[in-house]
């Protein structure tokens, strides 16, 4: 199979979560700006959690123009890495309604570290297909972000139960690093491009 139907079916399905976290907003009461002071936890944990969803579907893009062949056990990696993206709706909605009590904010980070791991077994599994001469394996050898974000991820979710402020800060700074483009994907398929040419 190539790859395109599996990047379009991952980029509908990222689509629809983001379309069910905007759902979620709802006006404010009033019509002075003062009105949307109540909305500010709100809008912050849906901008934290469309900022998580659009570094998946950014890094999840790059990742699959490394790859060739697509096989079972990816289509399966990649609908377990969908899984735990589906429940940031969720997990989003009950951290806002909670106003980042402990339990959310804990939660919260448990689906964010589960797919971390989910990204990383697709990773593995698309390596794995690819073999030893994969772009991917190329472009991810010492890769920080990937090894540093799981233990902060764990690290917040312990904070979380104690203090829930200081756990969503940590994800947000998860979320910054990533932020910041990683262009070595980039780079190795422009340097591929050109040894083909």
Request: charged share 15%; glycine share 6%.
């Amino acid at each position: 199979m190539r790859t395109t139907r599996l990047e379009a079916f991952s980029d509908g399905v990222i689509a629809i979560l983001i379309t069910i976290m905007v759902l979620e907003l709802k006006a404010p009461a009033g019509a002075d700006f003062g009105a949307l002071r109540p909305l500010v936890p709100m809008l912050l944990a849906y901008v934290l959690s469309f900022v998580y969803l659009g570094i998946y579907w950014n890094n999840h893009h790059h990742m699959l123009q490394t790859t060739e062949v697509v096989t079972g056990g990816i289509l399966w990696a990649n609908l377990h890495l969908l899984f735990w993206l589906s429940l940031i709706p969720v997990t989003t909605a009950w951290l806002d309604a909670s106003h980042g009590a402990a339990a959310p904010a804990a939660v919260y980070g448990i689906v964010l570290l589960m797919a971390a791991i989910a990204y990383w077994i697709l990773q593995q599994r698309i390596i794995a297909a690819q073999g030893p001469a994969s772009l991917l394996r190329k472009a991810v050898r010492g890769d920080w972000k990937g090894k540093c974000s799981p233990l902060l991820y764990a690290l917040a979710i312990g904070l979380a139960l104690r203090w829930p402020a200081i756990s969503l800060a940590i994800y947000a700074l998860v979320a910054l690093i990533w932020l910041v483009p990683d262009r070595r994907i980039e780079r190795l398929i422009a340097g591929s491009d050109r040894k083909s040419s």
